[in-house]
């Protein structure tokens, strides 16, 4: 999932009139103090039946560890998504939900294989790192050489004449960290000046790092290409995620040598010892193998509707992830949850009056290319979609709702949300008619083709420090109470979207202004990349 930046609109005489008559519209059982509140929430005897089943033979526990410890990360491409696909299609069946895998492109094959970093001079100390996502491999041969900084240049002449000396080196690329400490650590420890101190020393580091690249010529992203062209053996690097013992895990940017993530603090050890003249070596060893070109695929399951089989509600999760964990909070959280939900729904309610189609997307964490294929190659599906929720945020409650810019979703959200138990609902906070996600996550697929598609925004639990795309990725980190009131949630609404006499209202809001002037334009559907290397 990628973070999302909510922008502040400028808001026309027309969207405020419209919001006035949103606010004015919202029933006061569920508009109070802008929160969520339950109308009599166990009258409904299937919403009681929805509760007491996720809550007393949750299957969350089993899912996860099937999918997290036993398949473990999806990267796409690779046997481990392959797996994850299979796994899903054959658990969906075991439920009795019909469920296949659909192909929607391809993409460069890759396993991992074993890896081992070694610091073998000035003294021996096995290093704390992972090879990168599709990184080329040693062949299982252990590659033994120095490791060496960036200088300073004066212009990209002097690192032109500079490179040559990487030739049989591992090249560290990445900026040695000021501290190691996150600042809620600082936060609570440190004096005000030391604070303060630290900011301003480490702001002037990031900004002499980020300049002494640009004279280069090259981005940090193109410049191991231009390193591994030169001779150097391998790429160092240490993406730190401002947290205690995470580093972001994502893709390898050098095609002929390896390239690894080093934790900081071995990172900075490494780093110390070359800039102090001890000349470090350290000897990497990997197996990684490169699969040719593998197909790609989303897994979709459904319950059949059957007072309207032809219009669909859908629950939407993405089961590819990156792999520096396992996957456990982006997206395997989402992923588990929306298999339970099926679960649940299939079993107190097997006949719904709409079909209940999950999605479990592939290649996300790619740019939605599973979701955008989906949408591109189902349009009679799309047309007739009365609502998408998805879940892609890590394992906490969900807290947040927006709109996603159609004018009456404070209507029907509202009336879905009212059934929904008031201990579920009493932390969410809505937002109408809010605006479309051009992005982020696979909702904005849906969003894009007009479709009513929401974000189910969940409560942090660090997400996006500790676990997003980090190493800290993995099954210990979820929250089960959380996620089981996320299946109750998930639930209800479904069952109730599917339950409607008609298909919902689309309208689109009016556009706020943009700096020219002009009204933005609506998110437009975007092709998705069906095959590919990497990012």
Same mark, same amino acid.
């Given at each position: 999932?990628?973070?999302?930046?909510?922008?502040?609109?400028?808001?026309?005489?027309?969207?405020?009139?419209?919001?006035?008559?949103?606010?004015?519209?919202?029933? *006061?059982?569920?508009?109070?103090?802008?929160?969520? =509140?339950?109308?009599?929430?166990?009258?409904?005897?299937?919403?009681?039946?929805?509760?007491?089943?996720?809550?007393?033979?949750? =299957?969350?526990?089993?899912?996860?560890?099937?999918?997290?410890?036993?398949?473990?990360?999806?990267?796409?491409?690779?046997?481990?998504?392959?797996?994850?696909?299979?796994?899903?299609?054959?658990?969906?069946?075991?439920?009795?939900?019909? *469920?296949?895998?659909?192909?929607?492109?391809?993409?460069?094959?890759?396993?991992?294989?074993? %890896?081992?970093?070694?610091?073998?001079?000035?003294?021996?100390?096995?290093? *704390?790192?992972?090879?990168?996502?599709? %990184?080329?491999?040693?062949?299982?041969?252990?590659?033994?050489?120095?490791?060496?900084?960036?200088?300073?240049?004066?212009?990209?002449?002097?690192?032109?004449?500079?490179?040559?000396?990487?030739?049989?080196?591992?090249?560290?690329?990445?900026?040695?960290?000021?501290?190691?400490?996150?600042?809620?650590?600082?936060?609570?420890?440190?004096?005000?000046?030391?604070?303060?101190?630290?900011?301003?020393?480490?702001?002037?580091?990031?900004?002499?790092?980020?300049?002494?690249?640009?004279? $280069?010529?090259?981005?940090?992203?193109?410049?191991?290409?231009?390193?591994?062209?030169?001779?150097?053996?391998?790429?160092?690097?240490?993406?730190?995620?401002?947290?205690?013992?995470?580093?972001?895990?994502?893709?390898?940017?050098?095609?002929?040598?390896?390239?690894?993530?080093?934790?900081?603090?071995?990172?900075?050890?490494?780093?110390?010892?070359?800039?102090?003249?001890?000349?470090?070596?350290?000897?990497?060893?990997?197996?990684?193998?490169?699969?040719?070109?593998?197909?790609?695929?989303?897994?979709?399951?459904?319950?059949?509707?059957?007072?309207?089989?032809?219009?669909?509600?859908?629950?939407?999760?993405?089961?590819?992830?990156?792999?520096?964990?396992?996957?456990?909070?982006?997206?395997?959280?989402?992923?588990? $949850?929306?298999?339970?939900?099926?679960?649940?729904?299939?079993?107190?309610?097997?006949?719904?009056?709409? $079909?209940?189609?999950?999605?479990?997307?592939?290649?996300?964490?790619?740019?939605?290319?599973?979701?955008?294929?989906?949408?591109?190659?189902?349009?009679?599906?799309?047309?007739?979609?009365?609502?998408?929720?998805?879940?892609?945020?890590?394992?906490?409650?969900?807290?947040?709702?927006?709109?996603?810019?159609?004018?009456? %979703?404070?209507?029907?959200?509202?009336?879905?949300?009212?059934?929904?138990?008031?201990?579920?609902?009493?932390?969410?906070?809505?937002?109408?008619?809010?605006?479309?996600?051009?992005?982020?996550?696979?909702?904005?697929?849906?969003?894009?083709?007009?479709?009513?598609?929401?974000?189910?925004?969940?409560?942090?639990?660090?997400?996006?420090?500790?676990?997003?795309?980090?190493?800290?990725?993995?099954?210990?980190?979820?929250?089960?109470?959380?996620?089981?009131?996320?299946?109750?949630?998930?639930?209800?609404?479904?069952?109730?979207?599917?339950?409607?006499?008609?298909?919902?209202?689309?309208?689109?809001?009016v556009m706020p202004e943009g700096r020219n002037g002009q009204s933005n334009p609506w998110p437009a559907i975007r092709q998705p990349r069906r095959t590919g290397v990497g990012y």
């Amino acid at each position: 999932m990628k973070i999302l930046l909510r922008s502040k609109f400028r808001k026309n005489t027309n969207y405020l009139f419209l919001g006035a008559i949103c606010l004015a519209s919202i029933p *006061a059982s569920y508009a109070q103090r802008g929160r969520v =509140q339950a109308e009599s929430p166990i009258a409904d005897p299937i919403i009681q039946q929805i509760v007491d089943e996720a809550n007393n033979n949750s =299957q969350l526990e089993d899912l996860a560890f099937e999918l997290l410890d036993v398949v473990g990360p999806r990267l796409v491409g690779t046997p481990q998504m392959a797996k994850a696909n299979d796994w899903t299609v054959e658990k969906f069946q075991s439920w009795g939900i019909k *469920a296949e895998k659909q192909q929607f492109g391809e993409w460069h094959g890759w396993e991992r294989g074993i %890896s081992h970093i070694d610091m073998v001079h000035p003294r021996v100390k096995t290093l *704390a790192g992972t090879q990168l996502a599709w %990184s080329p491999s040693t062949n299982g041969k252990a590659v033994e050489a120095e490791v060496i900084t960036l200088p300073q240049w004066k212009d990209s002449l002097d690192f032109r004449k500079w490179l040559p000396a990487v030739k049989g080196k591992y090249v560290m690329i990445s900026q040695p960290q000021l501290t190691g400490r996150p600042d809620h650590n600082w936060k609570e420890y440190g004096t005000p000046e030391s604070i303060a101190r630290m900011n301003e020393q480490r702001t002037g580091l990031i900004k002499a790092w980020e300049a002494n690249i640009a004279k $280069t010529g090259f981005s940090a992203n193109s410049l191991p290409a231009i390193l591994e062209e030169a001779g150097a053996v391998g790429i160092l690097t240490s993406f730190w995620s401002w947290e205690f013992g995470a580093n972001k895990i994502f893709g390898s940017r050098s095609k002929i040598v390896p390239s690894v993530d080093i934790s900081l603090e071995d990172y900075g050890i490494l780093h110390r010892l070359a800039e102090r003249g001890h000349k470090p070596r350290i000897q990497i060893e990997t197996s990684s193998k490169s699969l040719g070109v593998v197909p790609s695929f989303n897994t979709i399951a459904e319950i059949k509707g059957t007072e309207f089989p032809d219009e669909y509600v859908i629950l939407s999760a993405h089961l590819d992830s990156w792999e520096g964990g396992s996957g456990a909070t982006d997206n395997g959280t989402g992923t588990v $949850t929306m298999m339970e939900v099926a679960r649940v729904l299939k079993k107190i309610l097997p006949n719904p009056k709409r $079909t209940i189609l999950i999605g479990l997307w592939g290649s996300e964490e790619q740019g939605l290319n599973g979701s955008r294929a989906f949408v591109i190659d189902n349009p009679e599906i799309v047309e007739k979609t009365q609502a998408v929720f998805n879940l892609d945020n890590g394992t906490g409650r969900v807290v947040n709702i927006d709109g996603s810019g159609f004018v009456h %979703s404070y209507d029907y959200l509202g009336r879905w949300l009212s059934a929904v138990p008031n201990n579920i609902t009493k932390e969410i906070k809505t937002t109408f008619p809010g605006n479309p996600g051009g992005g982020g996550s696979d909702h904005a697929s849906f969003v894009a083709a007009g479709i009513p598609a929401f974000m189910l925004s969940s409560l942090s639990w660090g997400y996006f420090s500790i676990t997003w795309h980090t190493n800290l990725d993995t099954y210990d980190k979820l929250v089960f109470d959380d996620l089981r009131s996320n299946v109750i949630l998930t639930a209800t609404m479904a069952y109730k979207a599917s339950e409607e006499p008609e298909l919902v209202n689309r309208e689109q809001r009016v556009m706020p202004e943009g700096r020219n002037g002009q009204s933005n334009p609506w998110p437009a559907i975007r092709q998705p990349r069906r095959t590919g290397v990497g990012y």
